[in-house]
């Protein structure tokens, strides 16, 4: 990604801290949450696509 003219590496920056994970029901949303969360910290918050 790219901020500015110089590319975003994560060095400087503010610290992730929460994501939106968007899908279908039943796509595997809460388990993809889950792992992310075991393994990083950061929270997820979940939107659902409707078809």
């Not at 990604?1 to 899908?23: E, Q, S």
């Amino acid at each position: 990604m790219m901020i500015g003219n110089k590319p975003n590496r994560g060095g400087g920056g503010v610290p992730l801290k929460r994501i939106a994970i968007i899908g279908s029901p039943e796509a595997g949303k809460s388990t993809f949450a889950r792992q992310l969360g075991d393994i990083t910290g950061i929270e997820a918050l979940f939107a659902f696509r409707q078809s």
